[in-house]
T-cell receptor, first 114, second 114 residues
């Protein structure tokens, strides 16, 4: 058990809809990362938050947004969903922002767009 | 920019045989490197990390990796494969920009033949 909790585990929805994925980091971790895993793109970094502030942005679409709340949990919002958004979305957390820190991953949310 | 390349998307070994999973990195600065394992329907679990303290790094489950700067490699090995080692393995390098997001390789699927 990594200590990172993601909900829901599975999400099935239709094109054009909006969903929210939730992540609770490991106790004591201030950084939260979101990654997308798909067969064609592999594991891609989306966005990082540190102590409530956006720290880095990767290949995140404009239709996607995220935030980290004062209790350090994070939410990833995906809107105007398309078939290509079907993927496994992982949240990870680390203590801070040092480059030598490992990240601890949740079990992911599998998003299926019908 | 940071990147890693994993040679061999599929590797098969016999139970008890040596496991060798290859990872080469590209980095403009001394890198921080990580190996993760992903079992079906689970998140990524940290196997080991290289953070410049020692070139031979020992991890969990009998795995180890050696950092070779001259070859820009960080190959993962295990002397004797076990059936439970069958999984997907990812090599990752930490970013050097403001964020410390990971850049992952495309993964290697390990099959262990009884």
């Amino acid at each position: 058990d990594s200590g990172v909790t993601q909900t829901p585990k599975h999400l099935i929805t239709a094109t054009g809809q909006r969903v929210t994925l939730r992540c609770s980091p490991r106790s004591g971790d201030l950084s939260v990362y979101w990654y997308q895993q798909s067969l064609d793109q592999g594991l891609q970094f989306l966005i990082q938050y540190y102590n409530g502030e956006e720290r880095a942005k990767g290949n995140i679409l404009e239709r996607f947004s995220a935030q980290q709340f004062p209790d350090l949990h994070s939410e990833l919002n995906l809107s105007s969903l398309e078939l290509g958004d079907s993927a496994l979305y992982f949240c990870a957390s680390s203590i801070g922002t040092a480059h030598n820190q490992p990240q601890h991953f949740g079990d992911g949310t599998r998003l299926s767009i019908l | 920019a940071q990147s890693v390349t994993q040679l061999g998307s599929h590797v098969s070994v016999s139970e008890g045989a040596l496991v060798l999973l290859r990872c080469n990195y590209s980095s403009s600065v001394p890198p921080y490197l990580f190996w993760y394992v992903q079992y079906p329907n689970q998140g990524l679990q940290l196997l080991l990390k290289y953070t410049s303290a020692a070139t031979l790094v020992k991890g969990i489950n009998g795995f180890e990796a050696e950092f070779k700067k001259s070859e820009t490699s960080f190959h993962l090995t295990k002397p004797s494969a076990h059936m439970s080692d069958a999984a997907e393995y990812f090599c990752a390098v930490s970013g050097t920009n403001t964020g410390n997001q990971f850049y992952f390789g495309t993964g290697t699927s390990l099959t262990v033949i009884p």
